[in-house]
């Protein structure tokens, strides 16, 4: 990961060579330390553009002018930012909607001269730029815990001299094989990574007036370019089994125009600038991701009133949705010469028709409540709940990045009990979850039914339910408080029916030693995804439910 020592540099070459280079990726919260980067970036040569989360299409390709093509009876275009090179700057990075990620990538890779600079402010470490985006910058500097101080800035270049240079700035021998083995040995899977970093050595070398880049700047590129690609630690090589000496008249390798640093100098370069925790098996074996736009989202709905816009849409009108007024005279715009033309009337009115009319469209999500009900009945009710509370708590943190809700229902002996009401505040869920009861009889059947209660009324107040139901699957309490496993199996198969008319998305996690049929009936009758998980821990638990949770998405 690139530091704030390393700034001045990274930043001195995207000026030099920002089309080759891409851009750069700023990971930083506002504070001093980001405005001194976002300052000197004001300072480089060359026009500059801040975008928006929501920039339409028109806006980067361009579109119709709408007062020029009514004026002039005739479809007039307007260029868009993707027709002349520019500075692209993009707030919020780590929010970006896949289509405009896409966009963006697709005018990177047109290679008329565009460089962006992703301005990354996630506070959570799955919260990344979208990696359509990352994969195309060179450059990732992580700030999170600089100093302004510490922030070098890019020293006083002449930059045209620099660029006169650049077009005549070898590479030494070797360097494509080097910097190639070399991710592969860091698990990085982009030929990308690759030929940024010889851009980047390119680069650098005609900032220092080199002819041929030398192995100071092909480490400092590679030191620049992948650490935060990486997905692992290279394992030391083992020493060939039969080496021989060279031969006392075989020249030797080096000099300026070869490439003779040792590549356990370079691993150990890179490896000193990895991200903390990239072993960390919490973390995951891979660079981190911008979280999908379905995960833990809610619901899409479509509507007519409010929401994000989305594109208007032809259609009759029905008196509900609105008529986008731009969208209309957009559509009616091109055939105005033909219809006034073809009219007996010489008076120059605006002609419409049915066809031109476009509606406004809008969508809105709902957030995601996720309830956990817990079987709490049997001797291994104490484990199973201290479980469900781990995985409680570790999927509360992740809510500030998936915009979760979190509820949990215990059953046992003859009654349920709501322990957590949905919330996504982690200080009151530890609080609320400080003490868990357990033991009795299994009421299955009231377990869902209280569930079902509380996704009634989610879906009631806008939130869309998710439920993870733990048991074993061995009911022994009926809906009426009798004993016998036979009529409470018949009853909990029942509401799980009933549930699952109801379309709510549910998984179900057998928790017994030995898991057996009882657990994959319900579930069945559920319609709920099934998984066996005797010896799940919090974090195996969590880590079960997150994977199916965008499978289980309404």
Same mark, same amino acid.
């Given at each position: 990961?690139?530091?704030?020592?390393?700034?001045?540099? =990274?930043?001195?070459?995207?000026?030099?060579?920002?089309?080759?280079?891409?851009?750069?990726?700023?990971?930083?919260?506002?504070?001093?330390?980001?405005?001194?980067?976002?300052?000197?970036?004001?300072?480089?040569?060359?026009?500059?553009?801040?975008?928006?989360?929501?920039?339409?299409?028109?806006?980067?390709?361009?579109?119709?002018?709408?007062?020029?093509?009514?004026?002039?009876?005739?479809?007039?275009?307007?260029?868009?930012?993707?027709?002349?090179?520019?500075?692209?700057?993009?707030?919020?990075?780590?929010?970006?909607?896949?289509?405009?990620?896409?966009?963006?990538?697709?005018?990177?890779?047109?290679?008329?001269?565009?460089?962006?600079?992703?301005?990354?402010?996630? =506070?959570?470490?799955?919260?990344?730029?979208?990696?359509?985006?990352?994969?195309?910058?060179?450059?990732?500097?992580?700030?999170?815990?600089?100093?302004?101080?510490?922030?070098?800035?890019?020293?006083?270049?002449?930059?045209?001299?620099?660029?006169?240079?650049?077009?005549?700035?070898?590479?030494?021998?070797?360097?494509?094989?080097?910097?190639?083995?070399?991710?592969?040995?860091?698990?990085?899977?982009?030929?990308? &990574?690759?030929h940024l970093a010889l851009r980047a050595a390119r680069a650098l070398a005609a900032l220092?007036?080199?002819?041929? &880049?030398?192995?100071?700047?092909?480490?400092?590129?590679?030191?620049?370019?992948?650490?935060?690609?990486?997905?692992?630690?290279?394992?030391?090589?083992?020493?060939?089994?039969?080496?021989?000496?060279?031969?006392?008249?075989?020249?030797?390798?080096?000099?300026?125009?070869?490439?003779?640093?040792?590549?356990?100098?370079?691993?150990?370069?890179?490896?000193?600038?990895?991200?903390?925790?990239?072993?960390?098996?919490?973390?995951?074996?891979?660079?981190?991701?911008?979280?999908?736009?379905?995960?833990?989202?809610?619901?899409?709905?479509?509507?007519?009133?409010?929401?994000?816009?989305?594109?208007?849409?032809?259609?009759?009108?029905?008196?509900?949705?609105?008529?986008?007024?731009?969208?209309?005279?957009?559509?009616?715009?091109?055939?105005?010469?033909?219809?006034?033309?073809?009219?007996?009337?010489?008076?120059?009115?605006?002609?419409?028709?049915?066809?031109?009319?476009?509606?406004?469209?809008?969508?809105?999500?709902?957030?995601?409540?996720?309830?956990?009900?817990?079987?709490?009945?049997?001797?291994?009710?104490?484990?199973?709940?201290?479980?469900?509370?781990?995985?409680?708590?570790?999927?509360?943190?992740?809510?500030?990045?998936?915009?979760?809700?979190?509820?949990?229902?215990?059953?046992r002996g003859t009654g349920t009990e709501a322990l957590l009401p949905p919330t996504r505040?982690?200080?009151?869920?530890?609080?609320?979850?400080?003490?868990?009861?357990?033991?009795?009889?299994?009421?299955?059947?009231?377990?869902?039914?209280?569930?079902?209660?509380?996704?009634?009324?989610?879906?009631?107040?806008?939130?869309?339910?998710?439920?993870?139901?733990?048991?074993?699957?061995?009911?022994?309490?009926?809906?009426?408080?009798?004993?016998?496993?036979?009529?409470?199996?018949?009853?909990?198969?029942?509401?799980?029916?009933?549930?699952?008319?109801?379309?709510?998305?549910?998984?179900?996690?057998?928790?017994?030693?030995?898991?057996?049929?009882?657990?994959?009936?319900?579930?069945?009758?559920?319609?709920?995804?099934?998984?066996?998980?005797?010896?799940?821990?919090?974090?195996?638990?969590?880590?079960?439910?997150?994977?199916?949770?965008?499978?289980?998405?309404?």
């Open positions: 990961m690139t530091r704030g020592a390393d700034t001045g540099r =990274a930043l001195a070459a995207l000026a030099l060579d920002p089309a080759g280079l891409g851009g750069l990726v700023l990971r930083a919260r506002p504070g001093p330390a980001r405005d001194a980067v976002e300052a000197a970036l004001a300072r480089l040569p060359g026009p500059s553009r801040r975008l928006h989360p929501a920039t339409p299409d028109e806006a980067l390709f361009g579109g119709l002018d709408l007062t020029a093509s009514l004026g002039a009876g005739h479809a007039i275009r307007t260029t868009g930012l993707a027709a002349a090179p520019q500075r692209l700057i993009l707030p919020m990075a780590e929010r970006t909607p896949p289509g405009l990620a896409a966009r963006l990538a697709q005018i990177l890779d047109l290679g008329l001269g565009h460089c962006l600079i992703a301005l990354d402010e996630g =506070a959570e470490p799955e919260e990344a730029a979208p990696p359509a985006l990352a994969d195309r910058l060179a450059f990732h500097i992580d700030l999170t815990e600089a100093r302004a101080e510490a922030v070098a800035l890019p020293a006083p270049v002449d930059l045209d001299a620099a660029r006169a240079r650049l077009a005549r700035t070898a590479l030494p021998d070797g360097a494509i094989a080097t910097l190639t083995v070399l991710a592969a040995r860091f698990g990085i899977d982009s030929l990308r &990574a690759p220092d007036g080199a002819k041929i &880049a030398t192995d100071d700047h092909i480490r400092e590129a590679a030191e620049l370019v992948y650490p935060s690609r990486a997905t692992q630690t290279p394992a030391p090589e083992a020493p060939p089994e039969d080496s021989e000496a060279p031969e006392p008249d075989q020249p030797e390798t080096g000099g300026e125009d070869t490439a003779a640093l040792p590549e356990d100098i370079l691993v150990a370069a890179i490896a000193a600038r990895l991200p903390a925790g990239l072993l960390d098996p919490n973390r995951g074996n891979g660079p981190r991701r911008a979280p999908s736009p379905g995960s833990g989202a809610g619901t899409r709905q479509k509507g007519t009133r409010r929401g994000r816009p989305l594109p208007a849409r032809a259609g009759r009108p029905d008196g509900r949705a609105r008529i986008d007024a731009v969208a209309t005279l957009r559509a009616a715009a091109p055939w105005q010469a033909l219809r006034r033309a073809s009219s007996v009337d010489t008076v120059k009115h605006l002609h419409l028709r049915p066809d031109d009319l476009r509606f406004r469209r809008y969508e809105s999500r709902r957030d995601r409540l996720l309830i956990f009900a817990v079987d709490a009945s049997g001797s291994a009710a104490v484990a199973r709940l201290a479980e469900a509370k781990g995985a409680v708590e570790i999927l509360l943190a992740e809510a500030y990045a998936r915009r979760d809700q979190v509820a949990l229902i215990a059953f505040a982690l200080v009151q869920a530890k609080r609320r979850l400080a003490a868990l009861p357990g033991g009795g009889g299994t009421p299955l059947a009231g377990g869902l039914l209280a569930a079902a209660e509380m996704a009634a009324q989610a879906r009631r107040h806008g939130l869309s339910p998710l439920l993870a139901l733990l048991t074993d699957g061995r009911a022994n309490l009926a809906l009426d408080g009798t004993a016998g496993r036979a009529m409470a199996m018949q009853d909990a198969r029942r509401i799980a029916r009933t549930l699952a008319a109801t379309a709510l998305p549910a998984l179900v996690i057998d928790t017994s030693a030995r898991p057996g049929p009882e657990a994959q009936d319900v579930a069945q009758a559920l319609g709920a995804r099934y998984l066996a998980l005797p010896r799940a821990d919090a974090r195996r638990l969590s880590a079960a439910i997150g994977a199916a949770r965008d499978d289980l998405a309404p």
